[in-house]
């Protein structure tokens, strides 16, 4: 199973154990897995027996001896003396056993980006344990990538088993076997003191993480097992590992030294019948995991992919209260713990961040369902890094960040716990978010340090975003194009109903609002709205009438569909689809050309207050150069928001029971009306930005500035994966469709204005236009263009005779501009732009030599 950790990403590789049919899933080793360390196989003195030795097991009292210390729990762990024993009995084996590893204390300076922390995951696997032949038990490695229900005797079952053998991790001899106890009678007892004390890649890191962070070998001699703690449904396991270590490039600094590390593995025994899963709709926005079906398909085979939440469902008592539509309270709710390191000033505020989310619950019909608590701190047998314990983890990093990762049983896409990382310095980046975007509407914005109230707000919605994610949610960056631009600058509406239905959209604040609107804070944040609410309602909504996933999926579509249609505000736009303007980070309403000149309006109001709102007593010009940087950073957003309607495609995914297109390009009169943005606000000089005073106290150059956001925003629009929509447009559309030739027509005209005006051209122009000779000069170079990448409506045979257009239409242009600056040279009068054309003159000829 690929990484749950890495949030992100969808999920694939698991298998459905059916419910009440009890269908037998398949389990097959993923070819990305790591392999076992091959030097534990043999280990002396670990349990672990040499190839070739033969030795049986011992009476149980001469292994576990008076002098045990032992614990009783998913399986009984004994200490004798420096020597860890785990007694398994036969109702352990063959139960599959989560393994969650993470750091508890990190390395002094073992850091690498945001990998290395107190509290982070590094590893999961899932594990079996399996009782051999010569008096062993095996540690089987299991992954679930296919799957089969036909367990006939010549069914797809056996064929799918006898293709896919679970590996074999470890080899533990049977040291004894308790035989006098009544309830754990015939359980073996292994020797794991070598295998827990040594390295491997399934207790301790993964290899790519273990690469990411420069360790090497382990250093036996240091390092050694902390302490073993056995509870009723896991085992933790604390251990202190010292590794060698190598900085990542030793040229910039630093060296090899040792590098140790406190590290937790959680052993979680998952459910022996796993839960029914609700399976993936790419119309609601779920992280999902998944698996290849042998039999859903009687010609071939599936694809079946499952959500990631976790398990709700009513007391037995409440059942029949659920059916009828009472709130009632769910038999395990789910618990978030605050870490006791966190600032107690913020607590409340995180808290109020989980707690946002019962509203939603209640619309699948659960009340209480989710509570944020402190953590406990005088209880030993609580522990941070227990996996029965959801937390959210203060972190002391310098990283402006959070994040909302899960583990989820692979077999049924249950979540059964997360970890949220809340790094120290997320304050920072919401504090200049807020700044940027709200200064000009909202003056408690306009300062370096912001209040504790307004900073604990922003805190509490980054929380709210990222538990989202801990519930199973995607972002959903389509969400804020459901609202009407105008409709942001109405203070009724947006304070009622927010100015993106999603917390899960980064739709951060509402940059639209102007001055005179007179919007207070409540429609300037974002909250959970109403596609948050039916997201979880569509997830968590409890079906019992409905015996497997399978049999739910007529059910959800057909809600899914009524749902849509009634409401526009439920869309789900993914956050990575690269040709959809609609899905974009950052933006906002359903106009980006109108939203992003709000947006100019409000950073052109907050760019002069900036010496005065970034001014600290004894304190240098950092924070303005800070600032300025991230009003360009901000105005370079809204660039990206209106190039990609340029060539945009927009994708509705669609059941065959809709109506409509699923693909649909951006009409022509947008995208004309984006390249009038452009010409406008982007290559006519930006002169509001250029501010004379900023520069003088902070080193800044304007002509960096503004040719970074024009070089962004030309090589978008001059790349060969735009024009290569553009000529499928062309293709499907004829006259309806706004051509590559078109296109690149308006560009240069527009950039090129001063030909036939005759005017001077000045140093920021002069610049824009070698910009754009350079992208045609990197396009007319011998190299072969590349096929364009990730273009839905395309076929692979087309990619030729398209890329030879893209070709062609650029010689083209090159051509015509060729000879408008022959022209114009004669007219010209201004030493520096007759120098410039001259230079651009001959650039030309020599990209357009065929003789070269």
Not at 129 to 142: C, D, M, V
Not at 467 to 495: W, Y
Not at 546 to 561: L, R
Not at 597 to 615: A, C, D, F, S
Request: hydrophobic share 40%.
């Amino acid at each position: 199973m690929r990484k749950s950790y890495l949030i992100f990403s969808v999920c694939l590789g698991i298998s459905v154990a059916a419910t009440a049919q009890r269908k037998k899933s398949v389990p097959v080793q993923d070819t990305t897995k790591k392999q076992a360390n091959p030097a534990m196989m043999g280990a002396p003195g670990g349990g672990m027996r040499p190839p070739g030795a033969s030795q049986g097991p011992k009476p149980y009292k001469e292994v576990i001896t008076s002098k045990a210390i032992t614990q009783s729990g998913m399986f009984k762990v004994h200490k004798v003396e420096d020597r860890y024993f785990f007694e398994l009995a036969d109702s352990i084996l063959d139960r599959d056993i989560l393994l969650v590893s993470r750091i508890t204390r990190a390395a002094a300076g073992g850091r690498a980006s945001m990998m290395g922390y107190g509290g982070d995951q590094i590893n999961d696997n899932v594990i079996r344990f399996e009782k051999g032949p010569n008096n062993r038990i095996f540690l089987k490695l299991i992954s679930f990538m296919e799957y089969s229900s036909d367990s006939s005797k010549n069914g797809m079952y056996r064929s799918v088993l006898n293709s896919n053998l679970q590996p074999l991790a470890a080899a533990f001899d049977i040291k004894a076997v308790n035989t006098d106890s009544t309830s754990r009678k015939g359980a073996s007892v292994i020797d794991v003191t070598e295998y827990i004390g040594g390295d491997n890649e399934i207790f301790f890191f993964d290899a790519g993480v273990k690469k990411a962070l420069s360790l090497g070998m382990m250093a036996p001699e240091r390092s050694y097992v902390q302490d073993i703690k056995a509870f009723p449904m896991n085992v933790e396991i604390k251990t202190v590992k010292t590794y060698g270590k190598m900085a990542a490039n030793p040229m910039m600094g630093g060296g090899s030294g040792p590098a140790t590390y406190e590290l937790n593995t959680s052993m979680v025994l998952l459910p022996k019948v796993p839960a029914k899963a609700r399976y993936f709709d790419s119309r609601v926005g779920y992280f999902a995991t998944g698996y290849t079906d042998f039999d859903a398909n009687p010609q071939g085979v599936k694809k079946i992919s499952m959500i990631t939440r976790w398990k709700l469902e009513p007391k037995a008592e409440d059942v029949e209260k659920y059916k009828r539509g009472e709130l009632v309270e769910p038999k395990e709710p789910i618990v978030y713990y605050i870490d006791p390191a966190t600032p107690k000033k913020w607590v409340p505020y995180l808290i109020a961040g989980v707690n946002d989310w019962q509203a939603a619950f209640e619309k699948a019909g659960f009340k209480n369902a989710i509570i944020a608590k402190e953590a406990p701190t005088n209880d030993s047998t609580f522990s941070l890094e227990d996996a029965r314990h959801n937390v959210i983890i203060y972190k002391p990093s310098d990283i402006p960040n959070a994040s909302g990762p899960h583990v989820h049983d692979p077999r049924s896409g249950e979540i059964i716990e997360t970890h949220v990382n809340w790094y120290h310095n997320v304050m920072s980046l919401v504090h200049n978010w807020y700044m940027v975007q709200a200064a000009a509407i909202d003056p408690k914005a306009r300062k370096m340090q912001f209040d504790d109230e307004l900073m604990g707000q922003l805190i509490r919605f980054v929380s709210s975003h990222e538990i989202g994610h801990t519930l199973g949610l995607r972002h959903n960056f389509g969400s804020s194009s459901t609202v009407p631009v105008e409709k942001l600058r109405d203070k009724a509406f947006v304070e009622a109903n927010g100015h993106t239905p999603s917390i899960m959209d980064y739709a951060r604040f509402n940059y639209v609002a102007q001055p005179e609107d007179g919007i207070s804070q409540k429609g300037i944040f974002p909250r959970i709205g109403d596609y948050d609410m039916w997201a979880i309602e569509w997830g968590y909504k409890w079906k019992p009438e409905f015996a497997t996933g399978a049999d739910e999926a007529a059910w959800s579509n057909k809600w899914i569909i009524e749902r849509l249609n009634a409401n526009k505000r439920l869309w789900f736009g993914t956050e990575s689809d690269p040709n959809d303007p609609r899905c974009q980070s950052e933006d906002l309403g359903d106009n980006a050309m109108k939203a992003s000149t709000y947006g100019i309006k409000n950073l052109q109001r907050i760019l002069v207050q900036l010496p005065e709102w970034t001014k600290e007593a004894n304190e240098g010009y950092d924070d303005l150069k800070t600032m300025y940087n991230e009003v360009a950073g901000e105005f370079n957003r809204f660039i990206g928001h209106v190039t990609r309607n340029i060539g945009g495609i927009m994708t509705t995914p669609k059941s065959v029971e809709q109506g409509g297109d699923v693909y649909e390009y951006v009409s022509k009169a947008t995208q004309k009306e984006a390249m009038q943005f452009l010409q406008q606000q982007v290559f006519a000089t930006p002169e509001w930005l250029l501010n004379k005073n900023i520069f003088a106290q902070t080193g800044l150059s304007g002509i960096s500035v503004v040719a970074g956001l024009q070089q962004g925003a030309l090589g978008k629009l001059m790349s060969a994966n735009t024009l290569y929509k553009l000529i499928q447009f062309e293709a499907n559309s004829g006259a309806q469709a706004y051509t590559a030739t078109e296109m690149l027509t308006d560009l240069r005209k527009g950039i090129w204005s001063e030909l036939a005006s005759h005017k001077t051209i000045t140093v920021y122009r002069r610049d824009l236009q070698r910009m754009f000779v350079g992208e045609l000069e990197s396009a007319l170079s011998p190299v072969p263009a590349a096929a364009p990448q990730g273009m839905p409506m395309q076929r692979p045979q087309m990619n030729v005779a398209a890329i030879t257009d893209v070709n062609a239409i650029l010689k083209g242009q090159a051509r015509l501009l060729l000879s408008e600056v022959k022209a114009a040279i004669p007219a010209t009068t201004d030493a520096a732009s007759r120098l410039h054309l001259q230079d651009v003159a001959d650039r030309l000829t020599a990209a357009l030599d065929t003789k070269k």
